[in-house]
C-alpha cells in the first residue's frame, strides 16, 4: 500500500517562475507525425475499489508492480490520484481490435485486483468519495498539478475514456477535430456514467465534466483550419508563459501531434470494456464519414451552439435538446444519434463496426446508457456501495 505524500507547506502554493523575456518563453510546436488515416487508440481511466465499503482504495502502486509482471498489450500508467490507474492500447484498426487489446488488460486488472482484496470499476465518478481524503500520486507532473490547481487536483478524480484517430496529415487534423466538434453532445450521451457525486445524485448524466470545466484551458480548440494557423496560436500561448506543452490544454477534442492523431477527451469511462470499444468503433466510422465524403465544411458559427448542446448531453443524457449548428434546427438528441448511425452504415460496415454500433443503436433505442443503470440500481438497493460493488462486478463481466 502507498505511504500519504506529505503536503506542502503553504507558502510553497505558487506557480512555476517564468523567464521574465517573454520571447524566450517561446516553444515551438513538435511537427504533426504520421499515422495511418482510421487508426484507432483508446485510453481508459479506471477506480480502485476497497472490497470493505467498495470506497475508493490507494492501491495504484500496488497495482502497477503486479501488472508490470504480465505481458499486455498497451500499457498501464498512474493518474492524478492514488486510487485510479489509466490503460491504454497500442495502435487498433477496428472496434474488434480495441476489445481483442483491452480483454487481456481486463483479466490481468481483475486477477491483480483480487491477489490485493481490491476491485477495479468503470464510471466516470466514483458515486461518494470525498475529494479531500484522496493522495496525490507521487510523481513529478502530478505534484506540480497539485501545486498550480490547488484541490481542484484532488477534485480530478474523475475517470474518462479517451479515444485517438489516426489523421493522414496535419491540416486533416485540424479539419477532423472541427467536424468532430458537432458530434460532443453524442459522445457525452452515449458514454454517460457518472450521475452520482459525494454521495449526491447531480441530476446529471455527466457530472464529470463539470469538474474538467473548472480548468483554465478546458473547453473548445481554437477555430483553425491550416496546422500553420495552429502553431502561430500555439506559439503565442507559449509566449503568455500559461502554457508549455500541449499537455497543458484540457480541450473537449485536441490534436496530439506525437502520435498523427486527435484526441476525443468528453467520454466518461463506461462500466464495461465492450462499451468502451463500441464507442471508439462509432468515433471510427464518424471519421471515415468525413474523410471519404466530406459531408459538410465545419465554421466558426459551428461553435454558437456548442456549450449548449454540450451542457444538454450532460444534464439529460438522451434526453437532450440538441440544436443543429447548420440549420438552428432543435430535435432529440436521441433522434440525431439515430439518424447519424443511419448514415454511418455503410462505412461501419467497410470498418467491421456494425456490431459495436448496433449495440449502441439498440441502447439509444431503449433509452439507456451506463447512468441510467446506475441510477436504477440505486433506486433498487438504495445504497450506494452497494451500487458499486455491482459496477464492479460489471466490469467483470459478471454483472446484468
Known sequence: MTAAMPLPDSDDFRSPALPADPASRVVKL????RSEALSLGV???????????YDLAPYAEDMLRLMSQT???????????????????????????????????REALIKNADKLNIAVVGGGTHAFQ?????R??????????????????????????????????????????HRMSRYIPHFIALSASSPFVQGQDTQFDSARLNSVFAFPLSGRAPFTLSWKEFEAYFERMTRTGVVRSMKDFYWDIRPKPEFGTIEIRVFDTPLTVERAAALAGYVQSLAAWFLQEQPFEPTEDDYLVYTYNRFQACRFGLDAVYVDPASGQH????????????QLEWHSEALNATQALGELRTSVEANRNDARWLREKQGKERLLAEVVRQAALRFRGGGA
Request: charged fraction near 20%; glycine fraction near 4%.
Open 30 to 33: 513538435e511537427p504533426f507525425n
Open 331 to 342: 430535435m432529440p438528441l436521441r433522434d440525431h444519434i439515430l439518424m447519424t448511425m443511419t
Open 71 to 105: 505481458p499486455l498489450p498497451g500499457s498501464v500508467v498512474p493518474e492524478m490520484t492514488s486510487s485510479m490507474i489509466e490503460i491504454s492500447t497500442d495502435i487498433c484498426h477496428s472496434a474488434q481490435d480495441v476489445i481483442t487489446q483491452l480483454s487481456p488488460i
Open 43 to 53: 485510453e481508459l481511466e479506471l477506480q480502485l475499489v476497497n472490497t470493505h465499503d
Open 130 to 134: 470525498q475529494w479531500h481524503e484522496r
Open 136 to 177: 496525490i500520486y507521487d510523481k513529478p507532473r502530478f505534484r506540480e498539478l497539485s501545486e498550480l490547481y490547488g484541490y481542484l487536483s484532488k477534485q480530478f478524480t474523475i475517470f474518462g475514456q479517451h479515444v485517438h484517430i489516426g489523421c493522414p496529415d496535419a491540416d486533416s487534423a485540424l479539419l477532423m477535430l
